[in-house]
Every structure is written in C-alpha cells, then in structure tokens.
C-alpha cells in the first residue's frame, strides 16, 4: 500500500458529515445517516475471518445502520450513535468493549450497545468505551481498571454492560479520560504518563478518582491532552517526546500551558503523537511527529502548531519559488529562473547537487539536478535530503538509503530513517533505534526508545524514559538522567533536569546550570534561545543573557540572523539584539548562503541580510 503525505481526494463517497479514524481503518457518515468504510481492522485478531478483517480499499457502506448521528472509532471497533439516541457497534469484542453483556472475539455486523438510551456523545478508547446521555450522566464499559487505594494497584475488570461511572456528573463532553462538565469545568483520570494527568505530578501511576484541572476552564473542545476554550485558545500537556505538547519544546508537561501561535480556534483533535486544530476562518494546523512528513516538507518534527499549506520551501543551495498554485520554478545564485513549467504539489532544496520534488499528480517523489533532468527514475513515498552522499527514502517496504545513482546501500526495510551525519545515520527497527554506518552496516545495535543524530562525536538517545549520550562505539558516555536533550552545537548541549533546562559539555559537566523554561542549541553562534518568566531571550555559553527574555518566540541564529515572534508575528533579528525587519511576517525559515525564505501573508519569496526583497510572489 502508499503512504501518502499530501492530501487527496478520496472518491466513491460524497456529502460526508463526520468522519472517524482507527489505527488502520476509517469511517465517514453521510448527511443522509449512512456508514462508509475502508481500511482494515488490523491482522490477527482472534475470531476474525480475514474477509471480516479487511474491509475494503475504497469506501464502501456498512450494511443495517442507517440513522446515524455520531461516530467513534477505536483501534479494532467502531461505534455509532443513532438519532433515536441508540449506540451501535462492530468489530473486536474480546473485552466487552461492544456493551452487548458478554464478551465475544469479533462483531463483523454492527450489534446495539445494551441499556443505553438518549445517548448524545460517545468515545471509544484502545478497549474501553464511553457515553454520554441526555441528562449529563456519564457510562463506561469495555476493560474497565479497579484500583486500590491502599495498595496502590490497578485489575483489569472486563465489563461487558455499561455501567455508571459515578464519579462524575452533569457531563457535556468525553474525551479519552477526560470530561467537560456543564459548567465549563474540565475533570481527568486515568494513566498519568509523564504528566498526561495534568495535575503538576509526574509519577507514573493510574487514577480512577478524577482531577479537577483548575487552570482550565469555559472549554468547548477537548481531544486527547488538548483543550480548547471559547475564545479560541489552546492548552497543551503531557508527554512532548515529540514536539506534541506544541510549546516548541521536548521537555513533558505536568500542567496544562498556553500554545502561543494559534489562536480562534473551533476544533482540535489528537492522537499520542500528532495534534491537528482547525480555525473558524478554515486555516489547518499540526505540530508533532513528524516522521513521515506528514506536517512539512521537513521530516524532523514540528514543535509548534504549524499551518498546513501546499508547500513551505526551504533555502539550501538553489532556491524554490511559487509562481502560481501549484506550480514552481527555481532560481540560481544570482535569483535568476532556470527551470521552470514543473508542477509540483511540494519541493525541497537542493542538497549536494539534487532536490526532492514531489508531484502533484500522483504525490510520489523523485529527485531531479540542477539542470531540472532526474538523475534516476525511481519514485519514493517519503524523502529526506541527500547527506554525505546518501538519502533515506521511504518504500511499501520500508526505508531505506540510496546514493546520487538510486542505488540501495543496506539492506533497508526499516520503520523510519534519519540523515547521516558524522558517518552515521539513526533508523527504527523492531521498536528500537540504532545506527548505520555509510556501508548500511548497523554500527550500533538497535537499544533505544528514541535517538538523535551525532553531532561532536556524540547522539543523544533515551534510555530507560531518560536520556543520555553515547558515542560512536555506543559507549555511554554521559549517564542517562536527563528528562529531555538536543544535540550538542557550539560544544554544549541543552538539556532538562528535574523539569529546568541548563547547557552541558561533552563530559557532563555543566556549562549553564538548569533555569531556563525551555532552551534550544546555540547553532555555532555562541548565543542559545533561553525562555524565562514565559518569554524568548538569547544566553551566551557562560549563561550571560545577551539579548534580554522579550520575545513570545525565537529560533537560533544562522548566519547571524534569527526568527523573532512578537504577537504572532516574526521579524528578523541581528546578533546585537536590534531587529532588521518589522514583525510582519507569519513564517521565516533560517538564512542561507545570505538568503531566508520569508511569507507575509500577501507574499512570499526571499529577504537579503539587510532584510530587503530579494525575489517575492503572491503568496498562495
């Protein structure tokens, strides 16, 4: 099957309504109260034919339900609420998550929920369900935890009927966990991992009493560990392995903060890993893993909330620029074109002589050279740049690497790849990351639940829920006990300790010790974007603060220039503190070769060092 990291337009199915997700299937449900699907329920479910399994590569509709108003799709099952307040389900069983009052492998036909009526809101879980009724009283069945107190520990207790969850009442909305209350307040329970509670603790533990989270209230969305009020703002918490949380930091969050960035916003959803909002003017935006380029072209992750656009380019060595819609040219180093009438839904610079480009057509990506003629004909799902000779490159089958001819190197097959770097490269394999060398040889066995690329002779990986850093043999050579770390830059890396970040060395000790909210890598530039009292300023190496904490937001010099955010809008800044353009910019991306890539929401193109045009059109 193709990954697909560009929107496209699923047919066969119209005038949809809701639309639903499980880990591999998916749900629409039509103005008209049909049910369409497609996808599959996953492999190896017990009871299950494999017609039962695979439902179909296309949607198609779900025969006897009809009338229906509400969706909620889990992993294995679904759910659906009717207009006559009844909830339906179908699919995995085996832990009564269906509510029918016995628990059975597999549903392949929908089957109605037992004891429930006026239903008005319904959430399903990994095995355990949730609904609401018309008098605010909240129901739970599936794999149901019983906890004790005074022991400490929690049973699974499978339930196959709804039951009462009495803790709570007067509820309006459900979410995994967590509840809205009539009165605008926000209540939550469950597993706390890494602060996923909400509460300020972050002891790993299971709570079936619900937490009043008291910094939050008059919400009108709530998805995972987001919520969203009536003004529109968004609040975040949790675990932030991966940029999730949306503060534009990795440091995990025990309380819920306030997202800068984004504001009027209608909706939210999120999953563990990857958060998407939707505003009341239609604009789209995601922050966190990013792996597969699901956000952007980049394919590290995306701390803050990113708007979704068809395309963001970078600036490497030549230049991609917009003409119109989808279509793109690029200039050389004088910003004159030299190629031109291709269409592409997205690009990426150039990287040793090749840049990525992806067709709009059929969203596949290849590479062409600086005369614009592809150096080798094969076509990728998902790309990075070339590094040191190599690209990792995202088949059916997996990733892997292939040289400036698109020849493999290794034997490939991985979950995901990153660029090498210092002669080396991180992928995923069985759950965990290791290391190749630039002969596709795994250098160091895959031990870890995340990894960063080398930087100094050193990568940062997590170990054990800490991080660390090991060197080339795979030594450990600072210990893991850090609860988050970036790469090591300008011989220091930033790093969290007990929920503050400070700068180390390369031998562990401390150059700046922990103060900071949150901190990122000085980049070669000797100054580092600290944040303290909620605000962006810039520490030099021994902890000066060279330009004072005034920002809502700042990235890390390049070229001795750095992105600046004041009241959601960006400006350029001197290494004297002194800015070079005004705040009127809604993206900039780092200088290059004396170029940034700027968008100001009627235009978009490239600013000199002195921040003056260098090449603009209309934005799309």
């Excluded at 309006?172 to 939550?188: F, P, R």
């Excluded at 563990?272 to 003017?281: G, K, P, Y």
């Excluded at 007990?498 to 000790?509: C, Q, R």
Aim: hydrophobic content about 35%; overall charge neutral; some cysteine.
């Amino acid at each position: 099957m193709d990954y697909h990291v560009a929107p496209f337009r699923i047919a066969g199915i119209g005038h949809v309504r809701l639309i639903a997700a499980g880990y591999a299937h998916s749900t629409a449900v039509t103005e008209a109260g049909e049910v369409w699907q497609w996808g599959n329920y996953r492999a190896n479910m017990p009871g299950a034919t494999a017609a039962d399994i695979q439902l179909s590569h296309v949607p198609k509709r779900v025969e006897g339900i009809n009338n229906v108003v509400g969706v909620a799709d889990s992993a294995f099952y679904t759910l659906v609420l009717k207009k006559d307040g009844t909830v339906w389900g179908w699919g995995r069983n085996s832990k009564g998550e269906l509510g029918t009052g016995h628990a059975t492998t597999f549903e392949p036909n929908p089957v109605q929920v037992s004891q429930l009526s006026n239903i008005k809101a319904l959430y399903a879980s990994f095995d355990q369900s949730y609904a609401v009724d018309d008098k605010g009283k909240l129901w739970r069945w599936g794999s149901v935890p019983e906890c004790n107190a005074e022991r400490g520990s929690c049973v699974e207790q499978v339930v196959t009927v709804p039951e009462r969850f009495e803790a709570l009442d007067q509820v309006s909305l459900i979410s995994e966990d967590m509840a809205v209350l009539q009165d605008g307040t926000v209540w939550k329970w469950g597993l706390n991992y890494q602060g996923s509670l909400g509460v300020g603790s972050d002891v790993h533990a299971y709570s079936d009493k619900p937490y009043k989270l008291i910094d939050l209230t008059d919400l009108i969305e709530i998805s995972g560990t987001k919520a969203v009020t009536k003004e529109g703002e968004v609040w975040s918490w949790g675990p932030n392995n991966y940029g999730q949380v949306g503060d534009g930091t990795t440091s995990s969050h025990t309380k819920p903060v306030l997202l800068k960035g984004i504001q009027d916003v209608a909706a939210v959803t999120s999953g563990e890993e990857i958060t998407v909002a939707l505003t009341h003017d239609g604009t789209l935006y995601r922050w966190g893993q990013n792996r597969n380029g699901e956000i952007a072209n980049i394919t590290h992750n995306v701390m803050p909330p990113t708007r979704v656009s068809t395309t963001s380019p970078d600036l490497h060595y030549t230049l991609p620029i917009p003409k119109d819609g989808l279509r793109w040219t690029y200039l050389d180093e004088h910003y004159s074109p030299i190629k031109d009438s291709q269409i592409y839904f997205k690009t990426l610079p150039y990287s040793e002589g090749l840049a990525a480009v992806q067709r709009a057509s059929d969203s596949l990506w290849t590479f062409i050279d600086e005369s614009g003629k592809r150096p080798f004909l094969k076509e990728f799902q998902v790309v990075r740049e070339y590094h040191e000779g190599l690209a990792a490159v995202k088949l059916p089958t997996g990733w892997t690497y292939i040289n400036k001819l698109g020849k493999d190197v290794g034997k490939g097959g991985y979950n995901a790849a990153e660029s090498f770097s210092e002669g080396m490269a991180a992928v995923l394999q069985g759950g965990k990351w290791g290391y190749l060398d630039q002969t596709g040889k795994m250098r160091i066995p895959p031990a870890y639940a995340e990894a960063r690329s080398f930087s100094g002779g050193l990568a940062a990986v997590r170990i054990n829920g800490k991080w660390g850093f090991i060197d080339k043999s795979g030594k450990v050579v600072i210990p893991a006990k850090y609860q988050a770390a970036e790469s090591f830059s300008d011989k220091a890396a930033p790093v969290s300790l007990n929920g503050k970040w400070g700068f180390i060395s390369k031998n562990g000790s401390w150059f700046i010790k922990p103060q900071y909210e949150a901190a990122k890598g000085h980049g070669g530039s000797g100054l580092a974007p600290v944040k303290t009292n909620g605000k962006w300023g810039y520490a030099s190496i021994s902890g000066k603060m060279v330009i004072s904490a005034q920002f809502d937001d700042a990235a890390m010099f390049s070229e001795g220039l750095a992105a600046v955010r004041k009241n959601g809008k960006w400006a350029v800044l001197g290494s004297n503190g002194k800015t070079v353009t005004g705040y009127v910019f809604t993206e900039i991306k780092p200088y290059s070769k004396g170029a940034a890539w700027v968008k100001d929401g009627t235009q978009q193109g490239y600013l000199d060092r002195n921040g003056k045009w260098i090449y603009k059109s209309a934005s799309q």
